[in-house]
């Protein structure tokens, strides 16, 4: 979380279009929300 951060702050630094920036966030909390789920699937299937 903390490269999605810092790319987050690089955007902001460069000065894309609010909507541009908006939708990396999101982008960004789809993936890491992903491999989350990915993480927790593997830690049960494994324990099963």
Known sequence: ???AA?????????G?????VIGAAALI?????RIATNRSLMVSGSGA
């Open 1 to 3: 979380m903390a490269v």
């Open 16 to 20: 894309l279009p609010f909507p541009v």
């Open 6 to 14: 810092a790319s987050l702050v690089a955007i902001a630094i460069v």
């Open 29 to 33: 909390g789809l993936t890491s929300g």
